[in-house]
T-cell receptor
Framework: DTAVSQTPKYLVTQMGNDKSIKCEQN?????MYWYKQDSKKFLKIMFS???????INETVPNRFSPKSPDKAHLNLHINSLELGDSAVYFC?????????????FGPGTRLLVL | DAKTTQPPSMDCAEGRAANLPCNHS???????VYWYRQIHSQGPQYIIH???NNETNEMASLIITEDRKSSTLILPHATLRDTAVYYC?????????FGTGTSLTVIP
């Protein structure tokens, strides 16, 4: 069973379009994240949700809007896609406990904006 | 936030132990040290973590110095499949800050 899954795996789209990436975890974790890995391979956190509530919102354009319908899902909606949004997006989940927080990552969604 | 520094790249002969160092001189007393790896562009994979004591699991061992300013990840018998980028991370304010990591190449 896949612990953290993302769909789609690949996404190719035109500038200006709106797209969504979905993430689901079956680990029973309370916390979920979105990370962005750019072409230089830097992996940077974008958002964190705990029990459907936004906890962390790093400096990300407001064209990016996370939505958590329940604690097992965290979707990422991107409006008006730009060339610079091309990257690999990773979803992760964790169950924080006593200062420890092992995060489990999904396989990634490779977004290419043309 | 604690910052970690790692060498950009290392080579290791297949079958030998791979020792990956990490400096985290600004880490605070309650910040855990985590190690992840990323093979090609797959999702980062959890390896091991620790606070003060040395830790060992089925994948690796983690040696943390007594002053907690540095640590070493040990892969006891490196295989070709261990070729990856290895990230040392100090968990701070419930956030992982990934640095540039160490690109480990296991050589046949």
């Amino acid at each position: 069973d896949t612990a953290v899954s993302q769909t789609p795996k690949y996404l190719v789209t035109q500038m200006g379009n709106d797209k969504s990436i979905k993430c689901e975890q079956n680990l029973g974790h309370d916390t979920m994240y979105w990370y962005k890995q750019d072409s230089k391979k830097f992996l940077k956190i974008m958002f964190s949700y705990n029990n459907k509530e936004l906890i962390i919102n790093e400096t990300v354009p407001n064209r990016f809007s996370p939505k958590s319908p329940d604690k097992a899902h965290l979707n990422l909606h991107i409006n008006s896609l730009e060339l610079g949004d091309s990257a690999v997006y990773f979803c992760a989940s964790s169950q924080p406990s006593g200062g420890q927080e092992t995060q489990y990552f999904g396989p990634g969604t490779r977004l290419l904006v043309l | 936030d604690a910052k970690t520094t790692q060498p950009p790249s290392m080579d290791c002969a297949e079958g030998r132990a791979a020792n990956l160092p990490c400096n985290h001189s600004t880490i605070s007393g309650n910040e855990y040290v985590y190690w992840y790896r990323q093979i090609h562009s797959q999702g980062p994979q959890y390896i091991i973590h620790g606070l003060k004591n040395n830790e060992t699991n089925e994948m690796a061992s983690l040696i943390i110095t007594e002053d907690r300013k540095s640590s070493t990840l040990i892969l006891p018998h490196a295989t070709l499949r261990d070729t990856a980028v290895y990230y040392c991370i100090a968990l701070s304010s419930n956030q992982f800050y990934f640095g540039t990591g160490t690109s480990l190449t296991v050589i046949p």
